[in-house]
């Protein structure tokens, strides 16, 4: 079993950054592709971005490109969102997903494809 918790949620303006982080244990963290996905109030979830078990491949939504960033660090069981420039549109809940890389190809951009999720830090932006 793998637990996931989000932080670094919160409330900024438009314009504004936040680094969203997401705590990984009970597995081996570097053996898991990791994502992010986000769901606003009325909305689907959906794809924002994808970082595989290594880091050396990242994915990105269009809208997103360019203002967010993913990394992780394995030393410390974490991945991260950095998001700059921040809109109104961004404002949703946040969630980090995991999938072991043993279990077939990257699907990075597919919810159902995640075996497991945290429970969601809210970011609201302001205009």
């Known amino acids: 079993q793998v637990q996931l918790v989000e932080s670094g949620g919160g409330l900024v303006q438009d314009g504004g950054s936040l680094r969203l982080s997401c705590a990984v244990s009970?597995?081996?963290?570097?053996?898991?592709?990791m994502g992010w996905f986000r769901q606003a109030l009325g909305k689907e979830r959906e794809f924002v971005a994808a970082i595989n078990w290594s880091g050396d491949s990242v994915y990105y939504t269009d809208p997103v490109k360019g203002r967010f960033t993913i990394s992780r660090d394995n030393a410390k069981n974490t991945v991260y969102l950095q998001m700059s420039s921040l809109k109104p549109e961004d404002t949703a809940v946040y969630f980090c997903?995991?999938?072991?890389?043993?279990?077939?190809?990257?699907?990075?951009?597919?919810?159902?494809?995640?075996?497991?999720w945290g429970q969601g830090t809210q970011v609201t932006v302001s205009s």
């Open positions: 009970g597995r081996t963290f570097s053996n898991h592709n």
């Open positions: 997903a995991a999938r072991s890389r043993y279990l077939g190809r990257f699907d990075y951009s597919r919810a159902s494809f995640y075996s497991y």
